[in-house]
Nanobody, 122 residues
Framework: QVRLVESGGGLVQAGESLRLSCVAS????????MGWYRQAPWKQRELVAR???????NVADSVKGRFTISRDNAKNMVNLQMNSLKPEDSAEYYC????????????????WGQGTQVTVSS
């Protein structure tokens, strides 16, 4: 069993910053990609940023230059630093990780966190 727990969401004003963190725990053999997705009401879930185990990042155009993703492989942790937040960044943010468990060391499975709400007021 693998569990992802997010933290750091909240209510801020436009232009302010937030830092999201996510820690994976459980029967982890290895983790490949980790990332952040978001879903606003009545919209599809979309990729915000992801990072490989080697540190290669992919950031959505809508947040490029404002959001930075980082990772601590030793702690199975991924962070999302969000600066210059805009009202359109308001959404539920979900952490995701592609994990090989100790019971299945061949196949990666994607696990999701429960989500953390980010609300940006204008």
């Amino acid at each position: 069993q693998v569990r992802l727990v997010e933290s750091g969401g909240g209510l801020v004003q436009a232009g302010e910053s937030l830092r999201l963190s996510c820690v994976a725990s459980g029967s982890i053999w290895s983790i490949n990609d980790m990332g952040w997705y978001r879903q606003a009401p009545w919209k599809q879930r979309e990729l915000v940023a992801r990072i490989t185990s080697g540190g290669v990042t992919n950031v959505a155009d809508s947040v490029k230059g404002r959001f930075t993703i980082s990772r601590d492989n030793a702690k199975n942790m991924v962070n999302l630093q969000m600066n210059s937040l805009k009202p359109e960044d308001s959404a539920e943010y979900y952490c995701a990780a592609d994990v090989r468990t100790t019971s299945s060391r061949v196949t990666f499975m994607r696990y999701w966190g429960q989500g953390t709400q980010v609300t940006v007021s204008s």
